[in-house]
């Protein structure tokens, strides 16, 4: 964590009412600057994959190619942003998404480091609006016991009242390899950013959402962001 972060600190009652993005920002208004105290330094390096893969293995399922396997260490370019479940997130021929379901459901990106930030973007969309929990998690989570025990718990959570609009700023890519990205990405409070992680994992041809360890939140840990002097600024409409 770096020294523009700090720890916040969450009751058993917000882990539960945030399992779902859209939870994260409404609560995160009111909690998130509670904790103030500096959080131990630690060194995050982001790392490339070693090998190049396959490319008829690493095709995504509609077909996107694996494309450029480096870090984005700036902001991927793109043929658009849009709203999806009242998060604006990117749109690129390149890197996805490829399909957009019936209810909205934006899934198949490249696989590469890039793809993977793609997807975290629309992944943080996806989980925004709760009234579609159980049927978006089905689609987007790495399947296990994890994110059955999910399931079980969305199921029992009732819908939250509607939101406008809202942009995810930026992003830092923590760790990547060839078949897992983790990153952390900025979301705005008030003056400042909360920062969430996500780490996305190739399975069956597109990169799914690991699920948190059972009685986690979705984005754990949280931490106030101060600014984005770390964070690769990128953000659309």
Not at 186 to 196: K, N
């Amino acid at each position: 964590m770096s020294e523009n972060e700090s720890t916040t600190p969450f009751g058993a009652g917000f882990v539960a009412a945030c399992i779902v993005i859209a939870a994260v920002i409404t609560c995160g208004l009111v909690v998130l600057f509670a904790g103030t105290a500096d959080s131990p330094k630690t060194s995050l390096v982001a790392t490339a994959p070693a090998a190049t893969p396959d490319p008829t293995t690493s095709r995504s399922t509609c077909s996107l190619p694996a494309g450029d396997q480096g870090v984005p260490a700036v902001a991927p370019a793109v043929d658009g942003w849009e709203v999806s479940r009242r998060v604006v997130v990117p749109r690129s021929t390149a890197f996805g998404p490829g399909v957009v379901d019936s209810d909205g459901f934006r899934r198949c990106f490249a696989h590469s480091p890039t793809g993977a930030v793609f997807a975290a973007y629309n992944v943080l969309a996806a989980l925004g609006d709760q009234t579609k929990a159980t049927a978006t998690a089905r689609k987007l989570m790495l399947p296990g016991p994890d994110t059955d025990e999910l399931l079980r718990t969305t199921a029992k959570e009732t819908s939250a009242t509607t939101s406008e609009p809202t942009q995810l700023a930026g992003y830092r890519v923590l760790a990547a390899s060839r078949d897992q990205v983790t990153v952390t990405v900025a979301v705005p409070v008030e003056t400042q950013y909360m920062s969430l992680t996500v780490t996305m994992v190739w399975h069956d041809h597109d990169w799914r959402l690991q699920p948190p360890p059972s009685g986690a939140a979705i984005g754990a840990p949280f931490a106030q962001v101060r600014n984005l002097a770390d964070f690769v600024k990128w953000s659309g409409l």
